[in-house]
């Protein structure tokens, strides 16, 4: 059975990120043949047009992760009902020069948790501007905006049983979303 492997990307650097564990739980929720592999994006210089011909190590490693998979999945809180600052600036870096996306056709999955009410639904939305621009197919639906509330995560780090069902549909409908774009 051949590997789908997803680039994880994560919007958040903080070391105990809500958004950093449901990374981890959606990948327990997958089937086998998908591996799940963190992108580091925090190493990153700020993105400088003047860059574009000598694009830095950190760059370079990014954008060669991201080839090298069959599908993304980002996971992002929301900052100022936006998304953070270092997620923008790994699109950017990943996305030039002009022509030499490393994101463009990559099917992608975006999910997010936060402590607000509404969750991240308002940086999701501008991620998915982002994403439409940049040649990324995003799954549509289901939307998945969580609220971290005690008890969401147990002691595992996986989804608690009140959120499971949920996010296992979504995590079936992503797997049948990268599969569908798969060569």
Not at 141 to 162: C, R, S, T, W, Y
Request: no cysteine; charged share 20%; net charge neutral.
């Amino acid at each position: 059975m051949s590997q789908t492997k997803i680039a994880v990307v994560i919007g958040s650097l903080r070391k105990d990120s809500f958004n950093r564990k449901l990374a981890l739980a959606i990948a327990h929720l997958a089937p086998e043949d998908f591996t799940f592999e963190h992108v580091r994006i925090d190493d990153l210089p700020l993105y400088d047009q003047d860059q574009d011909g000598n694009q830095a190590p950190a760059v370079k490693r990014l954008k060669t992760e991201i080839a090298a998979a069959d599908g993304l999945l980002f996971v992002t809180p929301e900052y100022n009902r936006s998304i953070p600052g270092v997620l923008k600036n790994a699109l950017d870096n990943a996305s030039r020069p002009y022509g030499q996306s490393a994101w463009a056709g990559k099917p992608a999955g975006v999910v997010g948790v936060s402590v607000g009410a509404v969750g991240t639904a308002v940086a999701q939305q501008h991620l998915r501007t982002i994403l439409a621009y940049l040649d990324v197919p995003t799954l549509g639906q289901p939307e998945v905006f969580l609220q971290n509330k005690e008890g969401m995560f147990d002691d595992k780090g996986h989804i608690a049983e009140g959120s499971k069902q949920f996010l296992q549909t979504w995590v079936e409908k992503y797997v049948a979303w990268v599969k569908s774009h798969k060569g």
